[in-house]
């Protein structure tokens, strides 16, 4: 039997009736009476105590449990919240030749995001190249090439501004979420470990930090080869690079039956290119259509998997302020190779 939490107004009609009915005979309590301030006060604190309730049977199961409760529920299957990571990336600073720039060095974004340099770096045809790393983890450490960045503390021989270099400072990843640990918890209890199957081969590339998304393809590239493919949803570009390439399979490797050989490949993104005419055509109903439709992608783009038309004008269609679109393109279901992903390009506004 379901079970409802009473409100804090049905709280109170119950006291109070119930303080009313035994001690004044059945007589209503006048406006201002004892009995309806004492009933306030105790229906408040059943109200509190109803809450503790609630809250303690969501911790009491793992498909509702949240924070450190699903922590624990996670690590009774061996799943481990993954952690926040730094961006790190390269800098460049001008300055006169010879003079060095030491490890520990702070610079700091024009938003107040502070990075530390990782090695020794000198000053050579009048510029410095640093290697640095956001001091706070986190998705927002992530920059794009050309962003401005300075020195906290100026250093004699060297411009105290400078730009992220080609490449960008990238790698940066939040904490894992509840509802992503959530989902890998319960995928690890409806797929019991099988020795290598297609589930293990998923499970353990999500286990990555930043992985959110995973494929195998068995026997590629020949009998016992294995290919996992991957994304990391949230980033601008979503394809993994070498450097994560190379971290899922490093992590991959030690688990993986030792009969099989390990491919680990980036699928192959497909620009989906909208164009777009919208009514009413603002900067606020254009936001809410790109959000939509990188949700869109997010749920339903999947390796060799074609995105439907009717589900790309849906998402336009959804998209708060939207009265009505033309899509002039695409005319058809987007379709993908095997190895290809829907990607979001660039969305055309047409007038």
């Given at each position: ?19 009313v009915?035994?001690l ?11 009995e309806?301030v ?134 940066g ?6 509802a992503?640990l959530?989902t ?7 797929e ?11 499970r ?27 994304v ?29 050989e390990?491919v680990?490949f ?10 777009i ?18 949700d ?15 589900h ?30 829907v ?9």
């Amino acid at each position: 039997m379901s079970w409802t939490r009473p409100t804090l107004s049905e709280l109170i009609g119950r006291v109070e009736t119930d303080l009313v009915g035994r001690l004044n005979g059945g007589l209503a309590a006048v406006r201002r009476s004892i009995e309806r301030v004492v009933a306030r006060v105790l229906a408040g604190v059943a109200h509190e105590m109803y809450g503790r309730l609630e809250e303690a049977s969501r911790q009491l199961f793992p498909d509702t449990a949240t924070g450190v409760h699903l922590e624990r529920w996670a690590g009774v299957w061996q799943v481990v919240r993954k952690p926040a990571e730094s961006a790190s990336g390269p800098v460049v600073l001008t300055g006169t030749n010879g003079t060095e720039v030491p490890t520990g060095t702070r610079l700091q974004r024009e938003d107040g995001a502070e990075y530390l340099t990782t090695a020794d770096a000198e000053v050579a045809g009048g510029e410095v190249t640093l290697d640095v790393e956001a001091v706070v983890a986190g998705l927002a450490g992530n920059a794009e090439a050309g962003t401005p960045i300075s020195l906290v503390s100026p250093i004699g021989g060297v411009s105290s501004e400078g730009v992220v270099d080609t490449g960008g400072l990238g790698g940066g990843v939040d904490q894992e979420a509840d509802a992503a640990l959530r989902t890998r918890l319960n995928e690890r209890i409806r797929e019991q470990p099988a020795g290598g199957s297609d589930a293990d081969y998923k499970r353990w590339a999500k286990e990555v930090p930043g992985v959110t998304r995973a494929w195998v393809f068995p026997n590629r590239g020949g009998l016992g080869k294995v290919g996992v493919t991957f994304v990391r949803d949230g980033e601008d570009d979503i394809i993994p690079s070498g450097g994560e390439l190379t971290a899922v399979e490093d992590y991959i490797e030690p688990r993986r039956p030792v009969t099989a050989e390990l491919v680990v490949f980036a699928p192959t993104p497909v620009a989906l290119n909208p164009v777009i005419g919208l009514t009413p055509d603002t900067a606020e109903v254009r936001a809410a259509v790109e959000a939509e439709l990188k949700d869109l992608l997010a749920r339903e783009a999947a390796v060799g998997a074609d995105l439907l038309l009717t589900h790309i004008a849906e998402a336009i269609s959804i998209a708060a302020g939207e009265t009505d679109h033309e899509l002039a393109s695409p005319t058809a279901d987007v379709a993908v190779d095997p190895e290809e992903i829907v990607v979001l390009g660039t969305i055309d506004w047409t007038p």
